[in-house]
């Protein structure tokens, strides 16, 4: 046995407990209708599985059942499966705290004491570090499946409005808190989707859909978002109908107001890149809305504002984005330079008093760079090692700051700031049972196919051997501008201590390096996402890191993509593969709830010359009959922007196709979405799930099994 395994008995174990597991699973029977066929474009594709698109039916919730019963059934089969989930229970149980935010002339904090399915709001004193509750989640439904969405303080600090999402589905409903009495009003504002709510006087401005029938709630296309302004005090069906477009049905507009109520900020989009950007006076609510830029080139977003100037972040002729300034008295002049791009991306800005704290990245890092008043660069701010800012609030007046550091060996720490001597001092530090300082993350550049260098995160315990036999999980997602920077995850310690690796692969399709390392991911350019990492698995085999026997692979959403592109062009790569809630059918995505706006990053079947690249990566449509690594696909029943029928049918297919005898399994949650709000203790279970899989398909033994 290998060093880091305590029992020699288990191995024993181990070995007689996998002779036992059937080599051919049983699975569940699923229905092929030959009658359903597409022609794209001359071209014509079955789609056998298409009934599945149906969540509704009564078929498909019957196979949701069978396909559940038969991964419950192999995952009851492994006998370390509840070690994880005892283990994973006592690492998660400790306090996590929010950093510090100021609104309506007070401070808030969210806590979460350990197993607490959702994190509780609280009033803060921040000298005596006093917290008062103000919402519970956790009080929304019993089973903790209720969650918190975008919430919003008014500028008096009388009213907290919130949004409930149910099942985790992107519906929002919103109740509306009285602060001072602690009571809630009786507003109630339905069928808000990627809307948030900005306070203007007595009332908030949200952007909503038309209500959906209940069999199009979950999978029907969301289409014709409008803005409305609801008055406190009033019914729904009297709100203000503030912006609308007819013409365009797959449009939709997100609006915010300036800190001191003055404009209202309207951003109309199109896709998940580029924006045109609008302004409306609100000193007299019958203004009208002054277009500054109509087009969707570029992406602009409100930072702050100051009497008649508006700061807006911009990457329109600056790859690694920069900050505009707007002068309302004069707007036909448009936007002005403010801030300058620099030689790094720039992800976020925030103005505390007189000055503006740039969050830029710097080889997947954060850097801080602090400009002046009138944009002058005035230094960087030192920080507490290599990992990522979040979370930097200040007041208005600039004199109290706090900010949240994490690594991927970090826990998030918040730091409060002297903006004067620009000295960060430890406020508050999570306490985990963990020896974190036994483990280190170093950076390494890899080529891939094409000679781009990309870098990618490993982290691992001191000291580890480069054997070629070490777990390794290889994380990546590559898409829609996000880059994906140093975190703290509690499902990643179990693997790190069971001798594990867990590496973090910054592929292009991403953030990380401005706009032109994003387009470069895009469209008829996605292959360059696969091969960065599948180059990146090669690295770590011929690094001897791992083998292909002992590497498995991980994404989310877009990352889903990644991870059902790669095992089905390179099955032979891996031993293991986690496709999560992914997009899978890449000829039909923009067919269901918000797919439509993904067509920036990926384009569109029935555009002809996009269909021939998409069919060409389209796990769906190139899963062959071949020997596939150990799968589990996982969705969720209300996951209502990717809809379960894509992992519903790329698992049809591949247990169709699959010749060889690795499990190839559908996890289905219920009551659960996407991802957001997803209570602690069904993470719990899942990442419990993952783990034993992964060591079980790896005849990897756990340090912590109890006999």
């Given at each position: 046995m290998r060093p880091y395994i305590l029992f020699v008995l288990f191995a024993i174990l181990l070995t007689a407990c996998n002779s036992e597991m059937p080599k051919q699973l049983k699975y569940a029977e699923t229905f092929k209708d030959t009658t359903v066929v597409e022609n794209y474009h001359g071209t014509e594709l079955a789609d056998p599985y298409r009934w599945l698109e149906d969540d509704n039916s009564d078929e498909t919730v019957d196979w949701v059942k069978r396909q559940n019963a038969v991964t419950f059934d192999y995952l009851d089969g492994i006998p370390f499966r509840d070690a994880f989930k005892e283990r994973l229970e006592q690492l998660w149980n400790y306090e996590r705290l929010s950093t510090p935010f100021e609104s309506g002339g007070k401070y808030y904090q969210f806590k979460n004491d350990g197993l607490q399915n959702q994190s509780v709001m609280y009033a803060l004193d921040t000298d005596s570090k006093k917290l008062t509750?103000?919402?519970?989640?956790?009080?929304?439904?019993?089973?903790?499946?209720?969650?918190?969405?975008?919430?919003?303080?008014?500028?008096?600090?009388?009213?907290?409005?919130?949004?409930?999402?149910?099942?985790?589905?992107?519906?929002?409903?919103?109740?509306?808190?009285?602060?001072?009495?602690?009571?809630?009003?009786?507003?109630?504002?339905?069928?808000?989707?990627?809307?948030?709510?900005?306070?203007?006087?007595?009332?908030?401005?949200?952007?909503?859909?038309?209500?959906?029938?209940?069999?199009?709630?979950?999978?029907?296309?969301?289409?014709?978002?409008?803005?409305?302004?609801?008055?406190?005090?009033?019914?729904?069906?009297?709100?203000?109908?503030?912006?609308?477009?007819?013409?365009?049905?797959?449009?939709?507009?997100?609006?915010?107001?300036?800190?001191?109520?003055?404009?209202?900020?309207?951003?109309?989009?199109?896709?998940?890149?580029?924006?045109?950007?609008?302004?409306?006076?609100?000193?007299?609510?019958?203004?009208?809305?002054?277009?500054?830029?109509?087009?969707?080139?570029a992406d602009y977003s409100l930072v702050d504002s100051e009497g008649p100037i508006i700061y807006v972040q911009t990457n329109a002729g600056a790859p690694n984005l920069k900050v505009v300034k707007l002068d309302m008295r004069k707007p036909k002049a448009g936007f002005q330079e403010f801030i300058p791009e620099q030689d790094n991306t720039l992800r976020s800005v925030e103005k505390i008093g007189d000055r503006f704290f740039g969050n830029y990245m710097v080889d997947a890092s954060s850097q801080i760079k602090i400009f002046d008043k009138n944009g002058k660069l005035e230094q960087n701010m030192p920080l507490p090692g290599v990992g990522s800012i979040g979370g930097l609030n200040g007041n208005k007046k600039g004199d109290k700051i706090f900010y949240n550091f994490t690594s991927f060996t970090s826990p998030g720490t918040i730091y409060s700031l002297d903006p004067k001597t620009l000295k960060s001092t430890i406020y508050s530090q999570p306490k985990i049972d963990f020896p974190l300082d036994e483990y280190t993350t170093e950076q390494v550049w890899y080529t891939s196919y094409d000679g781009t260098k990309v870098p990618m995160f490993l982290t691992y315990k001191k000291g580890i051997k480069k054997d070629g036999a070490r777990p390794t999980l290889l994380y990546g997602y590559g898409g829609?501008?996000?880059?994906?920077?140093?975190?703290?995850?509690?499902?990643?310690?179990?693997?790190?201590?069971?001798?594990?690796?867990?590496?973090?692969?910054?592929?292009?399709?991403?953030?990380?390096?401005?706009?032109?390392?994003?387009?470069?991911?895009?469209?008829?350019?996605?292959?360059?996402?696969?091969?960065?990492?599948?180059?990146?698995?090669?690295?770590?085999?011929?690094?001897?890191?791992?083998?292909?026997?002992?590497?498995?692979?991980?994404?989310?959403?877009?990352?889903?993509?990644?991870?059902?592109a790669c095992m089905t062009q390179r099955p032979d790569l891996y031993k293991v593969a986690f496709p999560h809630v992914g997009v899978l059918d890449m000829l039909r995505y923009h067919e269901f709830t918000i797919g439509w706006a993904w067509a920036g990053d990926y384009g569109r079947s029935d555009d002809p010359e996009a269909f021939k690249y998409l069919k060409k990566y389209s796990p769906l449509h190139n899963?062959?009959?071949?020997?596939?690594?150990?799968?589990?696909?996982?969705?969720?029943?209300?996951?209502?922007?990717?809809?379960?029928?894509?992992?519903?049918?790329?698992?049809?297919?591949?247990?169709?196709?699959?010749?060889?005898?690795?499990?190839?399994?559908?996890?289905?949650?219920?009551?659960?979405?996407?991802?957001?709000?997803?209570?602690?203790?069904?993470?719990?279970?899942?990442?419990?799930?993952?783990?034993?899989?992964?060591?079980?398909?790896?005849?990897?033994?756990?340090?912590?099994?109890?006999?």
């Open positions: 509750e103000v919402l519970d989640p956790n009080k929304f439904s019993d089973d903790g499946t209720a969650s918190l969405g975008s919430y919003s303080i008014s500028d008096d600090g009388k009213y907290l409005a919130y949004q409930i999402s149910e099942g985790g589905s992107d519906w929002r409903s919103v109740k509306v808190l009285d602060l001072e009495s602690g009571k809630h009003t009786e507003d109630k504002v339905e069928w808000l989707k990627f809307s948030g709510m900005s306070w203007y006087k007595d009332g908030f401005f949200y952007g909503r859909y038309p209500e959906p029938t209940d069999d199009e709630a979950l999978s029907g296309a969301n289409e014709y978002h409008k803005l409305y302004y609801h008055k406190l005090g009033t019914d729904q069906s009297e709100d203000k109908l503030i912006y609308k477009d007819d013409k365009h049905p797959n449009r939709n507009v997100y609006a915010t107001t300036t800190s001191d109520e003055k404009y209202l900020i309207l951003s109309k989009v199109e896709s998940t890149s580029g924006n045109a950007f609008s302004v409306k006076d609100l000193s007299n609510i019958n203004n009208p809305i002054i277009d500054i830029v109509t087009g969707f080139d829609f501008d996000i880059p994906i920077l140093p975190s703290f995850n509690v499902t990643r310690l179990p693997l790190l201590e069971n001798g594990g690796i867990y590496a973090v692969a910054n592929i292009r399709g991403g953030g990380e390096f401005g706009s032109e390392w994003h387009k470069s991911g895009t469209k008829e350019r996605k292959q360059n996402v696969f091969d960065d990492f599948q180059s990146a698995a090669e690295y770590l085999i011929e690094q001897k890191y791992t083998s292909s026997e002992k590497l498995a692979i991980e994404g989310r959403s877009n990352g889903g993509l990644l991870v059902g899963v062959k009959e071949v020997a596939y690594p150990a799968t589990m696909v996982t969705t969720a029943d209300h996951d209502d922007r990717v809809v379960p029928a894509h992992s519903f049918k790329f698992i049809s297919e591949l247990q169709d196709k699959h010749t060889g005898t690795d499990p190839v399994l559908i996890r289905i949650e219920t009551s659960a979405g996407h991802g957001a709000g997803k209570p602690t203790s069904k993470r719990i279970e899942e990442a419990a799930d993952l783990l034993s899989f992964m060591y079980h398909n790896m005849e990897e033994g756990v340090k912590y099994y109890k006999n």
